[in-house]
């Protein structure tokens, strides 16, 4: 269920890259959604913002729906339960798509990705099909990130890339822009990655559909307010995954996608 007014009267969008939808999975982020829809807001006035909460027991759903209730940019999906980020970004990227959107964004609601910097994102977008903001390009950063989260991030980067062969510096960013009709490419239906493998899994079906995706530097700050929904679960799902999906590419022709019976770059996942 969504609430909001004038999803389909988008005006303008962003000049050339369209109606834009910022995509903000919430879990309990009570203290954080109503500073980041301003700050979004203040920094690029013409996009709009879908709250995907999944029934929030700290009422972040209801303090959603009231900004929605005065702001004609703001609306709200409603899931019955916590789900998981990826599963929530598949319900709001098919949202964008059925209300014709030309180009989603993904952020956190816990200001770790600056809206300030959004920009800057959609600037690229021009001439890509997806745009990631790497903490570990050059000119990226973290802000106070205590010393094994770092060592953790740039771990499991380094394994993407050597396990899967993709130049990204921060395939597990999650600051990112795509293009709606290059999303279409992507199979989103069988999307099974909850965590942060969900934005190893969507930068690597890209790299296999020969999507166009360009890095830019930001800079990630730690959360300030609400507790993270990190954990030793969401690390193992990353990592067997790609370790899984490696595996997987090696038993096909290195460099090429398994292709379908019509010879279309549709993958199939393991
Ligand atoms: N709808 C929904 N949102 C979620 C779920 N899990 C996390 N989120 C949201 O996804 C965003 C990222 O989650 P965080 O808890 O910040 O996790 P993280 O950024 O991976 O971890 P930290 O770096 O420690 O903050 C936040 O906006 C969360 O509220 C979920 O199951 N459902
Ligand atoms: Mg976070």
Redesign the pocket.
Known sequence: MSQGNGADDHGDGYPGVGRVLVV??????AD?IGVIVDRVHRAAPAVEILV???NSPDGTGAIADRMAGVDRRVHVLH?PG????G??YVAGFGWAAEHGYDAVVEM???G?HAPEELPRLLDAARDADVVIGSRWTSGGQVVNWPWH?QLLSRGGNLYTRVALGMPLSDATG?FRVYRVPALARLDLDSVAS???SFQVELSWRAHRAGLRTVEVPITFA??ER?????SPV?IGEALWRVTLWSMADRRVAPGRGRRDSAGDQRLRWP
């Not at 916590?82 to 980020?85: D, H, I, N, T």
């Not at 609400?226 to 990190?230: E, H, N």
């Open positions: 903000v999975p919430t879990y309990n982020e954080n995907v909460d999944d899931r916590k789900q998981g980020l599963a929530a956190d609601a816990d770790s989260r999650g909850q965590g942060y730690e959360r609400g507790t993270s929904k990190m969401i």
